[in-house]
């Protein structure tokens, strides 16, 4: 895992190959960057387009979001597309969000999209077993 103490600053497209801890926040100057990393720690995180596996911060605002796993306390983005969405208070997409699963960890949490229904996508399964036999589907 690489840490960073303090803050990110992005100014190009940029590819973590392992997993990143930013002990403060990321941002871009110069122009809209791109991060794509596995696994992503930070505290706030402001960004065009992310890419990722799965992400933990605090306060996430970006304009187009997809990754596997995604849990932070304050989410803000134009587009959403996730597997598993766990926040804390308010998640809120302008245009689209399409997600497997979407939870509040508060009890009056609140979830919405603006300008279009929240699409919730059905898991699919990766194998099945019929008569004792495992079958692996594939795409």
């Given at each position: 895992m690489k840490t960073i103490k303090g803050d990110l600053?992005?100014?190009e497209d940029t590819i973590?190959?392992?997993d990143l801890?930013?002990?403060?926040d990321i941002r871009c100057e110069g122009g809209s960057w791109n991060l794509k990393c596995q696994d992503l720690d930070c505290w706030d995180l402001d960004c065009w387009n992310l890419?990722?596996?799965?992400?933990d911060?605090?306060?996430l605002d970006c304009l187009n979001l997809k990754c596997k796993d995604l849990k932070c306390w304050d989410l803000k983005c134009q587009e959403l597309k996730?597997?598993?969405?766990?926040?804390y208070g308010v998640a809120v997409a302008y245009n689209s969000m399409e997600v497997e699963s979407i939870k509040g960890r508060r009890k009056n949490s609140k979830h919405f999209?603006?300008?279009s229904?929240?699409?919730i996508k059905k898991k699919v399964p990766k194998e099945i077993t019929k008569d004792g036999k495992v079958y692996r589907l594939v795409e």
């Open positions: 600053v992005l100014t973590i190959d392992n801890t930013v002990e403060g890419k990722c596996w799965n992400l911060c605090w306060n996730a597997k598993n969405v766990s926040y999209c603006l300008d229904e929240i699409v």
